[in-house]
T-cell receptor, first 116, second 113 residues
Framework: DSGVTQTPKHLITATGQRVTLRCSPR?????VYWYQQSLDQGLQFLIQ???????AKGNILERFSAQQFPDLHSELNLSSLELGDSALYFC???????????????FGPGTRLTVL | DAKTTQPTSMDCAEGRAANLPCNHS???????VYWYRQIHSQGPQYIIH???NNETNEMASLIITEDRKSSTLILPHATLRDTAVYYC??????????????FGQGTILTVHP
């Protein structure tokens, strides 16, 4: 158990819909990262928040957005869903804002999103 | 980001040491080498990381060459539960992708009875 929690575990929805994925970081961690893992793209970084502020952005679609709340939990919002958005979505957390000092990211169990 | 090259797959007998190589010839001086593994569709599991010196923890050992252009992850006594995809990642220590981990295809390690 990494200490990172994600809800829900599974989500099935239809094209065009909007969903929200939730992540609670490990106690004491200030950074939250979101990753997407699809069959054809592998694990890809989406976005990072540090202490409530966006820190880094990866290949995140404009239909996707995220935020980190004062209690440090984070939500990833996916809208106008398409079939290709079906994937595993992982959240990770770390103490520091970056990896330059050898910080470690711990991953949650993921949310499996299926878009029908 | 520094690129990493890993073998696509490897086999290991249960109880033997598993040695997983990784090449990262373009690594910068302040970039760390991280190893994660993913068992089936579970969340990636942190194994170990290092900068210059060899590192050991309860899970594995990490051997980094003196020129830092390659490394080897060693699982000293592999078990069936170590069957997983192992990812070697070089940290992005700056720029606009300050904290992201860039996952490649990894090495599929299969531990046989």
């Amino acid at each position: 158990d990494s200490g990172v929690t994600q809800t829900p575990k599974h989500l099935i929805t239809a094209t065009g819909q909007r969903v929200t994925l939730r992540c609670s970081p490990r106690s004491g961690d200030l950074s939250v990262y979101w990753y997407q893992q699809s069959l054809d793209q592998g694990l890809q970084f989406l976005i990072q928040y540090y202490n409530g502020e966006e820190r880094a952005k990866g290949n995140i679609l404009e239909r996707f957005s995220a935020q980190q709340f004062p209690d440090l939990h984070s939500e990833l919002n996916l809208s106008s869903l398409e079939l290709g958005d079906s994937a595993l979505y992982f959240c990770a957390s770390s103490v520091a804002p970056g990896l330059a000092i050898g910080d470690t990211q711990y991953f949650g169990p993921g949310t499996r999103l299926t878009v029908l | 980001d520094a690129k990493t090259t890993q073998p696509t797959s490897m086999d290991c007998a249960e109880g033997r040491a598993a040695n997983l190589p990784c090449n990262h010839s373009t690594i910068s001086g302040n970039e760390y080498v991280y190893w994660y593994r993913q068992i089936h569709s579970q969340g990636p599991q942190y194994i170990i990381h290092g900068l210059k010196n060899n590192e050991t923890n309860e899970m594995a050992s990490l051997i980094i060459t003196e020129d830092r252009k390659s490394s080897t992850l060693i699982l000293p006594h592999a078990t069936l539960r170590d069957t997983a995809v192992y990812y070697c990642i070089v940290s992005n220590a700056g720029g606009t992708s300050y904290g992201k981990l860039t996952f490649g295809q990894g090495t599929i390690l299969t531990v046989h009875p």
